[in-house]
Nanobody, 129 residues
């Protein structure tokens, strides 16, 4: 059974930092692209960042470029999201997601919700002004 468990969310003041973690089990982690998405109340789930199966390529939403960094540790089956210079508009539930990597030599790091096969339960991030 695949499980993705997010942690590290919380309440932080604007300008502060948080580091989210997502621990994966029940899958061969190194065969999955990993992504972070977020959903604010009343809004659709949106892409934040993604990293390819080996950690060689990353992709970011324009709203977080230069402030957030995604990384992964395949030995620990964990993906991270370092969030700096947080803004109140970053307030949302943050979700980790996994997409199977088929082995194709030509791919782009996926960024759409429906690209992903598995999802975590989410962790709340609240940024106060």
């Amino acid at each position: 059974q695949v499980q993705l468990v997010e942690s590290g969310g919380g309440l932080v003041q604007a300008g502060g930092s948080l580091r989210l973690s997502c621990a994966a089990s029940g899958l061969t982690f190194s065969r999955y692209h990993m992504g972070w998405f977020r959903q604010a109340p009343g809004k659709e789930r949106e892409f934040v960042a993604a990293i390819d199966w080996r950690g060689g390529s990353t992709r970011y939403a324009d709203s977080v470029k230069g402030r957030f960094t995604i990384s992964r540790d395949n030995a620990k089956n964990t993906v991270y999201l370092q969030m700096n210079s947080l803004k109140p508009e970053d307030t949302a539930v943050y979700y980790c997601a996994a997409r199977y990597y088929s082995g194709s030599t030509s791919y782009t790091v996926p960024s759409r919700v429906y690209d992903y096969n598995y999802w975590g339960q989410g962790t709340q991030v609240t940024v106060s002004s």
